[in-house]
């Protein structure tokens, strides 16, 4: 059972260049949400989904897009890596809002 | 603006009661309150969660006063591989409509031997 897969696990960009942080769940979940975490801090919602086709704003919003085009995945796009930007990224899914939410193991991010 | 506050910090000794406390003034009518742990260099991992009075399950007891303005994690005797970060989590309405989850800085707990 795989749960939420991320990947990759490690990525290293310059600044300005662009990614996308892959998520990806396998139990059919509607609730889906983009997390980052700087060292020693607590999570910080970046953009969250609903259900396929419906996304919506976290607390720390920009410079990151997310579309949900299947159940499935959530891909996360850095449009110009800033060295801001360098923190551990996770993804969650969850059964409907208020579900419990189960979290992948995360991306290390390091723009330079 | 629903949101959660949490000592910063707490120390334990082994085999102690642990209870961490959380206050959430702006809880929702129809929101849960649910808590996570975060072991370094992992996401955090679901402990329990409750709407009101009690719950308990193999690892932990929630207790939720009629008010629910405040929810307090009991962890039974404590040993060292319970030393992590506990997170409460309620849930905030986005401009959508929908539920988002905001986490707050969470408990720093660690367990001395």
């Known amino acids: 059972n795989a749960g939420v897969t991320q990947t990759p696990k490690f990525q290293v960009l310059k600044t300005g260049q662009s990614m996308t942080l892959q998520c990806a769940q396998d139990?059919?979940?509607?609730?889906m949400s983009w997390y980052r975490q700087d060292p020693g801090m607590g999570l910080r919602l970046i953009h969250y989904s609903v259900g396929a086709g419906i996304t919506d704003q976290g607390e720390v919003p920009n410079g990151y897009n997310v579309s949900r085009s299947t159940t499935e995945d959530f891909p996360l796009r850095l449009l110009s890596a800033a060295p801001s930007q360098t923190s551990v990224y996770f993804c969650?899914?969850?059964?409907?809002?208020?579900?419990?939410?189960?979290f992948g193991a995360g991306t290390r991010l390091s723009v330079l | 603006l629903a949101k959660t506050t949490q000592p910063i910090s707490m120390d334990s000794y082994e085999g102690q009661e642990v209870n961490i406390t959380c206050s959430h003034n702006n809880i929702a009518t129809n929101d849960y309150i649910t808590w996570y742990q975060q072991f370094p260099s992992q996401g955090p991992r679901f402990i329990i969660q409750g709407y009101k009075t009690k719950v308990t399950n193999e690892v932990a007891s929630l207790f939720i006063p009629a008010d629910r303005k405040s929810s307090t994690l009991s962890l039974p005797r404590v040993s060292l591989s319970d030393t992590a970060v506990y997170y409460c989590?309620?849930?905030?309405?986005?401009?959508?409509?929908?539920?988002?989850?905001?986490f707050g800085t969470g408990t720093r707990l660690k367990v001395l031997a």
């Open positions: 969650a899914s969850s059964y409907g809002g208020v579900g419990i939410q189960y």
């Open positions: 989590l309620v849930g905030d309405m986005g401009a959508s409509g929908t539920y988002k989850y905001i």
């Open positions: 139990m059919n979940h509607e609730y």
